[in-house]
């Protein structure tokens, strides 16, 4: 099976609105072209759940936070909690959404479903170790578990339980 496959048959979990899949679709793009492998809705150490986390071959970490509208931005803020589990962290959106309604003080990308551009870039804070190794462990399972799902959709990590 194809990555292209394997990408395709990834179910959607119907937390996010067309617009926000799509610029979810864009921003991984523009991710794997800078060579970072990417999971999606990755559960933190705090609790919260990141929209887009990104992982460099130096072990570099970065956390992407969508904002589909004005509204959702306003509406979560939960976003703030990121900072603590990366090197850097980008909100990102559509054209649609007014660029001066982010935070200066973090990355952002402009994207739809077929690509994505950093029009921002996030200011570097690095990871304390500890906390570098706990993301990178929740990555890696979080991206072991859901090839397992795709390779056995009825075993534990599989869709059919």
Request: aromatic share 6%; proline share 4%.
């Amino acid at each position: 099976m194809s990555a292209n496959s394997l990408a395709a048959s990834l179910p959607v979990d119907g937390r996010q609105s067309a617009t926000a899949l799509a610029v979810a679709r864009g921003t991984t793009r523009l991710l794997h072209s800078f060579g970072l492998s990417v999971v999606s809705e990755l559960s933190l150490g705090s609790g919260r759940r990141a929209d887009l986390v990104a992982l460099g071959a130096a072990g570099d970490i970065w956390i992407v936070e969508i904002k589909s509208s004005i509204a959702d931005f306003r509406a979560d803020q939960k976003w703030m909690d990121y900072r603590l589990h990366c090197d850097r962290l980008f909100f990102s959106t559509t054209l649609d959404v007014p660029r001066e309604i982010f935070p200066a003080d973090a990355g952002l990308i402009v994207a739809d479903a077929f690509g994505a551009e950093i029009v921002c870039e996030a200011p570097e804070h690095r990871l304390h170790a500890s906390t570098r190794k706990s993301v990178m462990l929740a990555f890696a399972c979080a991206a072991a578990q859901r090839l397992s799902a795709l390779a056995d959709p009825d075993g534990p990590y599989g869709n059919g339980l």
